[in-house]
């Protein structure tokens, strides 16, 4: 048992607070001999980085990865490999503003989890949100990255994650304009370039009014062979399912047809086979009985809005008494978006520690 | 790790096939000194037993539960309690026809498992669906009966944990007219007996015409107090999901707002708090940070059509071959209704297992 | 975490306690496609049963073991194959006799489990020593029987695993005239004829004066492929000294070398190598950094003298009052002879869990 | 699973190599609360650190560990609280000398794990040792000083926990002469004063040499109530018996009388009982059924001769060409005495651990 660990074979254990010294995690597991820099990660964590829009958290984060272990490289050797040992990645805080907290240290912010933290623990690291913060995810982006070389190491052809922002606040995109290419040039990660300029101009709204908002994202991995998975707790999709609420602010996940399936008739949710093997359609997400069927993986989580926002809220304090609050500072005002790397890397590290265990009890 | 385990501080193993000789589960950490027999357990499988109506299985089976271990009585004492070793629950397949499985043996039923084990094992238990079986959630129900004891005696007051239908196909209830006492009134654990009339008349339809239908299921439990789960991958929401999406047949899961919290805007979205505490609503479906507040917990899950069908559907055989296969037998038009007991049992055993581990850390 | 699990990939997990209807064990992880049943398993239980001779407990227990899951069979198949999903082994518990406990019930005996178990629970199954009994490891042995066909499945050549006893009381072999045949010909699987003979007339001492006797038991794994085992916390050696540990009365385990190791110099201790690889002894008993080298395994058990004797001892009832105690009843005078299958059994269950793991992570 | 964790409730995850950047490791579990600062774990990586007399490795390791996460105050409290979440402690390698490794980089070292590394993983950094060396027992000891905080917290009147090296070579102390002040006042952690300045003689001859001798140390923790530990797998014995074989260098333990016991008679080895409890003896080293009785814990281990000599062993290369190899460099002559406080340290983990598990299953 761990509170801070994801994964069996593949292991990733993170730590650090929002306003300490580092973050950072260990990646226990790795199998040996697949090239490993800081090269191979730092370009997945430049896409989650805080600072990058105005429509994302004005923090200055660098976000520089270190490897402090688990790699080795002398001078006959091309470069690091891994080696099979624990992996630790290290990114140091920088620009964790010594501010005043005395606005909320002592009241709980309605929609954060400062109460919950406080009536289990009875102290807790308020200063940016402490353990609670997003800046977690910086870790499990890190990790995300050495999880894709593993499973481009283990599939011969590769295995690509990626993810898109499907929904902002309640506007979708249209599915019929999908375009993966595009969710590189707009700050949200949209795959419909129409929807995004709309998103623009709403979340500029949002974030005039000192409000926030929700979103959906969808995950999608392509290259997955059949046969990853377990009955009847080691489910690809039960721990897909844990893997994604485990991220900050997300209420929601469904995989394939997901909650839509529920309105379906057999027959529509059936997906026919031919020879190949094909599948005709791909309600299931790839997964069936828990364990994927070579289609792609779909899954889709839902990030609630920012609990940081302008307007005054009603809330008690430590002692228990009535008041106010309003949540200055840097914020997201759609966490959803920087949800889209770390959901992308939560995929990739399942699939790992799912390849990793199916090659262990199968072969 | 385990394939077939749940849980950490109470930790449920389960195993058996739908025409093996028997099923059942072993139950590992469960606190010495409850008082606990078969009679205590019974009742809660009694509920999700096959059947007790048309609108489920035909196959008969008592579900008679043996407790094998783990509890002790003698004639000082006014009955069994539990002695902290572990407790197995056994319980016989009886109706488990031997009929001619040719049909299916060789072929993938469509959105069943079948392809999927095949792929990864190589060798599957076809009969009744063999592993893959709803019978195996069984167990759950019987380790979820002692998950209810686990928590109404460390939690002065009790936990309630009961869940109910909410959606049937495409037709959901109106949450004005929710009346739990409705939900032991007709055969769908539907709270809104108007719609349960609707839904008896969809079903039949569904069931005459050999096909199936969808649900939506809603579990609440009342009585968790503030402090249970942890950061970040132990957090309750996340094995909440894990759990609901580890029953058969479940694409999706969300907690409180869930999914509808994307279209939310923050100042909607935060659950005011005044002293007591007193939250003025519950989007957070009682859990923010992955940790309990005190309010309720909320959660809901979309179970897809069953799978077996009389309808041909197009498949391949084990050879690869294309064929059709059309899936006779004893089964459920809407395999959610027998969900309903089941994520029930899943919620129970999330938050005994939190219990524990919260009392193991902070006391 | 799991207080009655033992393994990770190869995860075993048993329950029972001496006097209650029956015990048992569900495995997990267990590689698909290997031919099993029942008389692959038997025969090693039958080594472990009571009552085989005047040397072990007079209980009448016929140990007849039934596969309740986990594999499969039809009319196609030359016999049944293990699924990869569970595998449950059952053990009917058949002559608990139903004496009087007013004796032991409410008095702690010396060198039991009695005082620890109530002092943690509070309650406890005092018949024939409950859940503490040696009556568990006949499930041990069982799921050593698979992990056996495990290994023989992994291996090419197969891996041999056996155990002798080596001391029995002060009385110790002579390593000279070691002859592994000679292990089933006497009741103490004893590798030397003539000490075998010996420990007959001090056993028989021993016995009649109602007294008991320890041992020390040598276990051998041979065919053991380099590179099972893992740095830090999962060493192979780690990891049977965990195993051996766990068994019933056992107060020590040492590898290779062991104990003796600690006097000896720096030369002495390194086992040279010459191509092949050769090694020139075997000092680190197969195993160096926690990972095998391709010699044989080699692990050592102390097992102290079974604590139900005749004489009366100076103990205390649950009350704190002073009182004797004299522990009548079916025991066994040395009960380091019934655990020398069970130490071959450990042996067996971490090496099938490090060959799954080491393929797990290295392939 | 994890390689490189320790622990369930109070989990240790460690990484780094010997001349990589920087060790560390992550302590996950820590209850909430308890004082902390680099001020309660420095001592005791002190008292581990190499360089601090001629009998130990002439490396120059400062030392200095920093917590970087899980503990936190402010201007209001009297000093740093941890806060539940993960405690990482970071440590920087400075001496790694950049020597040239020619020498060894190709050859397997008898009795190091060398060859079984390479066999395994296929690639190893072999500078120092890499993840083999015991710089990695660092960790250990830091996160058993956080251990001991934990036990202090929890435990009334505290937990002691301390070690002694009983035995250097073939040269065992004199019990009757034990006083644990004198192990603070010699290089070697000697209880007995006069066996210490013998041992000075000894290895001082064996360093001259270039040669290597073995240890066994014994360590003991007073204050464990009783009642930690389980049944059947998760013993304190066992996980003792695990935690000190982990230790580099290890290939024994044992608990309370240990192998001697083998050679005892029943009523020899029976610790009886009077009121109190008190026990007329601790044979079983304080545990008895896995479980603690109150009495103080007894653990011994035997530390093989360490394998790095000045004499030429013969071996072979990574090309399995033979070749002869010895191994310069700085070393200890006897590893044993920097494992008194890694025993230590590991004891204390364990305890740790079994007390938040424990608190967890029984309240």
């Given amino acids: 048992m761990s509170f801070n660990s994801f994964g069996h074979m593949f292991r990733v254990t993170t730590w650090g ?17 697949i090239p490993l820099s800081e090269a191979d990660i730092q370009p997945w964590l430049d896409r989650r980085r805080p600072g990058t829009s105005k429509f994302v958290t004005q923090r200055q984060e660098p976000d520089t990865v270190r490897i402090l272990s688990g790699t080795f490289a002398d001078e006959r050797m091309a470069g690091p490999l891994t080696t099979g040992t624990p992996i630790a990645l290290h990114i140091d805080n920088q620009d964790a503003r010594s501010k005043d907290y005395g606005g ?20 807790r690291d308020y200063r940016g949100g402490g353990r609670q913060s997003a800046r977690e995810t910086a870790s499990r ?15 011969p052809g590769g295995v690509t994650v990626r993810a898109a922002m499907i929904q902002m606040g309640p506007h979708a995109i249209d599915r019929a304009r999908w375009d993966w290419s595009a969710c590189e040039q707009n700050p949200f990660w949209c795959p419909d370039p129409q929807t995004a300029e709309r998103w623009g101009d709403y979340l500029e709204g949002v974030r005039k009014a000192g409000s926030s908002t929700g979103a959906i994202i969808e995950v999608l991995a392509e290259g997955v062979p059949p046969g990853w998975g377990a009955p009847l707790y080691g489910k690809l999709d039960q721990d897909l399912a844990s ?46 009985g828990g364990i994927s069927t070579g289609q792609p993986v779909v899954a889709r989580f839902a990030v609630k809005p920012t609990s940081s926002i302008l307007t005054p809220r009603r809330t008690i304090d430590v002692q228990g008494h009535e008041t106010d609050i309003l949540t200055k500072g840097r914020h997201d005002p759609c966490v959803g978006i920087r949800a889209v790397p770390v959901g992308e890397a939560m995929m ?7 390849a990793l265990r199916h090659r262990g009890q199968c072969g």
Avoid: T
């Fill in 17 to 33: 607070e929002s306003h300490g010294p580092a973050i950072g995690c260990v990646i226990d597991g790795c199998p040996p001999g």
């Fill in 104 to 123: 909320i240290r002592d009241k709980f912010r309605p929609g954060h989890a400062d109460y919950a933290y406080w009536a289990k623990y009875g102290v």
């Fill in 141 to 155: 982006v890190g990790a995300g990255a050495v999880a894709r070389k593993v499973l481009n190491h283990l599939v």
């Fill in 243 to 288: 893997a994604l609420m485990s991220i900050n602010a997300v209420k929601g996940v469904e995989i394939g047809a997901g909650f839509a399936a529920a309105a379906f008739s057999g027959e529509d949710n059936a997906d026919e086979m031919r020879s190949g093997p094909q599948f005709l359609s791909n309600h299931a997400g790839g997964i069936l």
């Fill in 348 to 354: 990739a590290i399942v699939l790992a520690d799912h």
